[in-house]
Nanobody, 120 residues
Framework: QVQLVESGGGLVQPGGSLRLSCADS????????MGWYRQTPGKQRELVAA???????DYADSVKGRFTISRDNAKNTVYLQMNSLKPEDTAVYYC??????????????WGQGTQVTVSS
């Protein structure tokens, strides 16, 4: 069973930095694609960054050059380093794990979310 626990959110000033962490209790963490999503009230949850089991990364255009996703399989943890934060980055950030069952069938698991607020 997969349980995702996020940490690292908080209140920061514009231009500041935060590092989000997501610990995965699953037994096959290294095989999972992982991602960070964010959501603001009234808007769809959007992909911020993703990293595959093979280490390939992908970022939303709005965060390229500022955010970095990484994973430490030994710690069953995925990170999101957020630099040069802007007020528009304010959102609840969710950790996602996508587990492949068979072929093209996947299961998605979500953390509880952690609030990131960028404001002066």
């Amino acid at each position: 069973q997969v349980q995702l626990v996020e940490s690292g959110g908080g209140l920061v000033q514009p231009g500041g930095s935060l590092r989000l962490s997501c610990a995965d209790s699953g037994s096959m963490f290294s095989m999972n694609d992982m991602g960070w999503y964010r959501q603001t009230p009234g808007k769809q949850r959007e992909l911020v960054a993703a990293i595959t089991s093979g280490g390939t990364t992908d970022y939303a255009d709005s965060v390229k050059g500022r955010f970095t996703i990484s994973r430490d399989n030994a710690k069953n943890t995925v990170y999101l380093q957020m630099n040069s934060l802007k007020p528009e980055d304010t959102a609840v950030y969710y950790c996602n794990a996508r587990l492949k069952v068979v072929a093209t069938i996947y299961r998605d698991y979500w953390g509880q979310g952690t609030q990131v607020t960028v404001s002066s």
